[in-house]
């Protein structure tokens, strides 16, 4: 799910060609050893619950149920490729030369069944290139390179399909190695953090979840445990991702206080109109205080905010929900982000083919203005002064419903 965990606000392009352009200082990186690679390849002992995994239940073969892989022969070859193969067994393997270019999968073309068919049923394997740290500064200090993209839900107002189309199934990056290693030197390149901002009072914040839902990706493979793992030997820094997916074995790994999980919440009317394959808003709110005593941080983005008829009041019954029902130690250590709607003319054009009553909601003109983004499309926002007005109205609510909850940003 990206940072805003397309959630809402981009703070980053979701990828694209130059994505895979090789980055001298990290395609031909130090060795393995140097990094102590082998120990996280095997990574820890996971927990257990003594019942069997919910990525092999029907609950979770609903949501992804893999029939056909596309895989770059080296992302295939890879330890974690393998992996990936053998947890498929049954799927069928199509080589291709890169997960950039496979024109029948990705696109716009065809009904919303065939794209949500292919996000259920295919995956694409690949070997990331360009591992890049970028700053962000506000959902989190850094962007860490994706361990994956794209996503098996089909939020209506989401950012991640721009380059691939709205078909874009769930690719999966094998070199998670080479992506950790990178993060290790980052992270020690950084040192300590010197002065607290609104990311974190103490660590540094890398967002591993900008293109992804990295709950959804735990289901496929253990790119999420081992970036969860891998932060737990860095006492200088967070991971940190949105997700609108519960995912109940996240709970078996072991974060120490490294995860920062950011459960996606809106009204639930909004939700079922927009988050297309979520997990409901109230079971999100439900998990918080499981993903607390597991050991992760948990934070909301409220987001994204929607300015429809009747949308204070929505928030403020949320926002009264989540006082109601979360444990007192969630409350105590919450913070959230808020993150205005933004949308995308082209993702409008797609979105009226199949979904039109969720444009009725997030398309409207009389609140938006549209800016020409660095892709040459037209992204949409709401008004500088209607916005400012709707952030300090959710600020309002906040106070008044969950005054525990720290608005970290709202944007
Ligand atoms: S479609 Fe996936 S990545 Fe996009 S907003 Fe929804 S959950 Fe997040």
């Known amino acids: 799910m990206p940072t805003s965990h397309p959630r809402g606000l981009p703070t980053g392009d979701a990828g694209g060609p130059t994505d895979d352009a090789p980055d001298a200082h990290d395609a031909h990186g130090a ?6 690679l082998d120990e996280l390849r095997t990574g820890p002992e996971p927990r257990t619950s003594g019942k069997p995994l919910f990525r092999d239940s029907a609950e979770a073969r609903r949501m992804l149920a893999v029939r056909e892989i596309h895989a770059e022969p080296g992302a295939a070859a890879s330890p974690r490729g393998k992996q990936i193969l053998a947890a498929f067994p049954d799927a069928e393997v199509i080589p291709v030369d890169s997960h950039w270019r496979i024109p029948d999968l990705h696109g716009n073309k065809g009904n919303a069944e065939r ?5 259920s049923t295919v995956l694409v394997l690949g070997e990331k290139k360009t591992l890049t740290v970028r700053p962000n500064g506000r959902s989190a200090d850094w962007i860490a390179p994706g361990a994956a993209n794209g996503c098996a839900m089909a ?5 991640v399909p721009r380059r691939k189309g709205y078909a874009n199934p769930i690719t999966v990056f094998t070199n998670i190695d080479r992506m950790i290693a990178r993060l290790r030197r980052h992270v020690v390149e950084q040192g300590p953090k010197r002065e607290p901002n609104q990311c974190d009072p103490a660590a540094w914040v890398y967002d591993i979840g900008e293109n992804n839902d990295a709950s959804v990706d735990a289901l496929i493979s253990e790119n999420t445990a081992d970036l969860v793992h891998a932060f737990t030997q860095w006492p200088t820094a967070k991971a940190s991702f949105a997700t609108k997916f519960v995912n109940p074995d996240l709970l078996l790994l072991d974060p120490r206080g490294r995860t920062r ?6 009204p639930p009317d909004d939700s079922r109109l927009l988050d297309i394959r979520t997990s409901p808003v109230e079971e999100r709110i439900a998990a918080a205080g499981d993903f607390l005593e597991a050991g992760y941080e948990v934070h909301f983005n409220l987001s994204p905010v929607v300015i429809r008829p009747g949308w204070e009041q929505a928030w403020a019954e949320l926002l009264q929900h989540m006082d109601d029902v979360l444990p007192t130690g969630v409350k105590e250590q919450a913070a959230a982000e808020v993150i205005m709607l933004t949308h995308n003319r ?16 997030i398309w409207r003109p009389d609140l ?13 926002r709401y008004r500088n002064a209607v916005k400012a007005e709707a952030v300090e109205t959710v600020r309002r609510l906040v106070a008044a419903h969950a005054p525990w909850l720290t608005v970290r940003y709202a944007f």
Not at 115 to 119: A, T
Not at 261 to 266: G, L
Not at 346 to 361: F, K
Not at 368 to 380: C, I, L, M, T
């Open 155 to 159: 939020c209506s107002y989401c950012y």
């Open 115 to 119: 794209w949500v068919r292919i996000k």
């Open 368 to 380: 938006q203005q549209a800016k020409r983004s660095e892709n040459g499309g037209w992204n949409v």
């Open 346 to 361: 082209d993702l409008h054009d797609v979105n009226m083919e199949w979904h039109p009553r969720a444009e009725e909601a």
């Open 31 to 36: 060795p393995d050893a140097l990094f102590g």
């Open 261 to 266: 999980i950011r459960f996606s919440v809106m």
